[in-house]
């Protein structure tokens, strides 16, 4: 296996990389011209393809729909992001979190309501691609990251669990010696990766045995036609889009934020950088297709892009179009196949990219004892909503919360009132104020001063101090009051320029005359 990629310099979240892909192990050209490289990626994208099936048979069967909806989804999906998405190797398909959100269409408007819902949101997210929402990743904080990644783990291990209950006593052997072969064999050789040898072999196993254990074709029928191009059948009126709006908005939030996380992690895995603007706008277009081609959209899978990047190797686009291509070849020309294969090889290779997938460095002893308690709380707190919501978008979205209520805490702790001496003007007493002044911080600050005992004038320096808000403004415009209705002439100083911009401004604006 070709070396592993060196860091290149990124560019702020969201900005096209200076050398797109630049590293020669990303390169599609270079990996064409390297047979190494070249199956690597091969290899890993039939391991892909592979444990997609179940997947998109599942995530159909939540939302309500055939099968073959979820699946002409992932492989439509798949090979478009190989040419629009930014983030190279990322694996895109029909999603849980995606079947939640169109579930309700489904059941009470159909399947055409369905694919007009999927464009929608797909021209949604173009739309956020294009107004530069991927800038907003710089706002998630890194536990809430290591949250969303110990979660999705736990989520995909636990979505593991229907396919070990109620089952031949002989499906729990098959899975750990899948897990045996997955966990030793790359001690051995990487030639082949060791999900790939387990599916086949444990296929081998149980048609030459003869044993009874559910298989791929039990989780539902299997297409047997190539997708075509079709365009919703639904009435172009505002009754429609109130219909599909709300939830067309869902799907485009859902699935980029679901997107832009798993291409973040795959950056920090992989030491290099992905356009995420591309991918945002990406995510949309290849939505959009697949509501035209009959599919139920979707978003980045976090099993399976680590099943591509973490366990095979893959780096380049070329894993991402050969996932979606043998997705199709498998399930259209090989279905009989495909259909053999036994759900315990699956569960294996997902049980083992659960491990791959844990950031268990965060959940150490020695780790815990170091962090701060705020970071960890965030962490947990994202770990928690997401498990019990099955929603990624809803536990990233209160970890965020979390994390912005606590860093406020904190900051406005760092704030300080000092009273200095009076020195050569005993009619004069001065205040410094220092520290980050906003609404979590200023509020308090009204009750710092003393209005009865200081003299005639008063001077307040911020020579120290930033304002940020317009309740620092309304506070100490308070501050002013309380001291002229003392019959104090209180005068604020120190400003720097960009406070003293705002100050004024804010002033206005709440019906002051300024400071």
Partial sequence: MPATPQPVPAPPDGAHPAVPEADASWSVRTALRSPARLRTEVLGGLVVALALIPEAISFSIVAGVDPRVGLFSSFVMAVSLAFLGGRPAMISAATGAVALVVAPVVRDHGVQYLLATVVLGGVIQVALGLLGVARLMRFIPR???????????????????????????????????????????PRVTTVVPAPLVAIVLLTVVTVVAGLAVPRVRDQGELPDSLPAFVLPDVPLSLETLRIIAPYAVGLALVGLLESLMTAKLVDDVTDTHSDKTREAWGQGAANVLSGLFGGMGGCAMI??????VKVSGARTRISTFLAGAFLLVLVVVLGDVVGAIPMAALVAVMVMVCVATFDWHSVRPSTLRRMPLSETAVMLVTVAVTVATHNLAYGVVSGVLVATVLFARRVAHLTTVTRLDAGEDPGVRRYAVSGALFFASSNDLVYQFDYDGDPARVVIDLADAHVWDASTAATLDAIVTKYAAKGKAAEVVGLNADSARRLGRLAEALGGGGH
């Avoid at 099993?303 to 591509?308: L, S």
């Fill in 143 to 185: 536990s809430v990251m290591v949250g969303f990644v110990n979660a999705l783990a736990i989520l995909v291990l636990v979505a593991q669990l229907p396919h070990l209950v109620d089952v031949p006593w002989v499906v729990y052997p098959l899975v750990a010696a899948g897990i045996a072969i997955i966990a030793l064999l």
């Fill in 303 to 308: 099993g399976q892009t680590m099943i591509n």
